[in-house]
């Protein structure tokens, strides 16, 4: 069984900044892609950042210049440092992994159980 555990959500003013953890634990073989997605009331799931094990980073345009991700391969963890927040990045992020578990021959999605950023004056 694989988990995927966060840390790092609040609440902050505009313009200031939060840092993202999850890691992933559990029976675990490899794991591909890495990330965070981030839900608001009235909106669907969207992607916020990922990477993959190509070293590829993917970035929504919407918090590009802003936010930046980063990874720890050994250690199984992602982070997400956010600067220069804005209202609109209120949301609940959700850690996601493509995890590969031990004797499984795929990669399974994991979802964390999200955290909540509320950015507000």
């Known amino acids: 069984q694989v988990q995927l555990v966060e840390s790092g959500g609040g609440s902050v003013q505009p313009g200031g900044s939060l840092r993202l953890s999850c890691a992933a634990s559990g029976n675990i073989f490899s794991i591909n892609a890495m990330g965070w997605y981030r839900q608001s009331p009235g909106k669907e799931r969207e992607l916020v950042a990922n990477?993959?094990?190509?070293?590829?980073?993917n970035y929504a345009d919407s918090v590009k210049g802003r936010f930046t991700l980063s990874r720890n391969n050994a250690e199984n963890t992602v982070y997400l440092q956010m600067n220069s927040l804005k209202p609109d990045d209120t949301a609940v992020y959700y850690c996601?992994?493509?995890?590969?578990?031990?004797?499984?021959?795929?990669?399974?999605?994991?979802w964390g159980q999200g955290t909540l950023v509320t950015v507000s004056s």
């Open positions: 996601n992994a493509h995890v590969r578990p031990i004797l499984i021959f795929r990669y399974l999605e994991v």
């Open positions: 990477s993959t094990t190509d070293g590829t980073t």
